[in-house]
């Protein structure tokens, strides 16, 4: 079992960044593949974001963050990060850490959820 807590979530204008990270529990973090996922109240999926192998060595980034947001992982930390740079708008989300065998990226194939942190854009 794998328990994640995210938090870093909050308010910032448009061109600024946010760092999110996700706190894991349980002595299996560094065997597990992490990804972040976003969803809005108007999606009924949540939206791939990146993810990163257990290793931390592989990284993988949906196209619409590509080169402003940076996933990384300390595993003596039980932790993973997303730092998020030059925010848009349309970043606003509820944002998801999540905790699977693979890095896919594909909602359904992470076992374990955080409860997500709000991350609000202005313009």
């Known amino acids: 079992q794998v328990q994640l807590v995210e938090s870093g979530g909050g308010l910032v204008m448009a061109g600024g960044s946010l760092r999110l990270s996700c706190a894991a529990s349980?002595?299996?973090?560094?065997?597990?593949?992490m990804g972040w996922f976003r969803q809005t109240p108007a999606e009924k999926k949540r939206e791939f974001v990146a993810d990163i192998s257990w290793s931390g060595d592989f990284t993988y980034y949906a196209d619409s963050v590509k080169g402003r947001f940076t996933i990384s992982r300390d595993n003596a930390k039980n932790t993973v990060y997303l730092q998020m740079n030059s925010l848009k708008p349309e970043d606003t989300a509820v944002y998801y850490c999540?905790?699977?065998?693979?890095?896919?990226?594909?909602?359904?194939?992470?076992?374990?959820w955080g409860q997500g942190t709000q991350v609000t854009v202005s313009s």
């Open positions: 349980g002595r299996t973090f560094s065997s597990y593949a």
């Open positions: 999540a905790a699977g065998p693979h890095t896919i990226a594909v909602a359904q194939t992470y076992d374990y």
